[in-house]
């Protein structure tokens, strides 16, 4: 168990992130087998190839679908989507099922009690 608390811009060690994101998104009704498909693509992709922590994707109660991301840095994650598309098709994908996307949320990791999945 950790509990920091973080300074602006500073990294996480143990086992908090260094950064997290939350996004959202409304969805167009009868989409949702594509979004969850490409999403996957895309944050597989991430997490392979351009340095992501791992992600997971929730749809709450009211109807707006969540994305929970992990990265080691701002820095980390402004790198990875600055590079060219890795999945164009999953991207555009992506693009047509979304209805509506929310702002993102940045935030600020202070305690970390979740179990990893081989920790359980």
Not at 58 to 63: P, T
Request: glycine letters at 6%.
């Amino acid at each position: 168990m950790t509990t920091k608390t973080p300074q602006p811009g500073a990294v996480m060690t143990e086992r908090c992130p260094g950064f997290a994101v939350l996004y959202r998104w409304r969805l167009h009704p009868g989409s949702e087998a594509g979004f969850i498909e490409a999403w996957t693509r895309i944050s597989e992709l991430y997490l392979t190839q351009r340095g992501s922590l791992g992600s997971r994707l929730h749809k709450g109660d009211d109807g707006i679908w969540y994305s929970y991301a992990q990265w080691p840095s701002a820095a980390a994650r402004d790198a990875a989507f600055a590079s060219a598309s890795l999945d164009a098709m999953a991207a555009a994908q992506m693009r047509v099922a979304i209805a509506e996307s929310l702002p993102e949320v940045i935030l600020a990791p202070v305690s970390d009690l979740l179990k990893l999945a081989n920790e359980a």
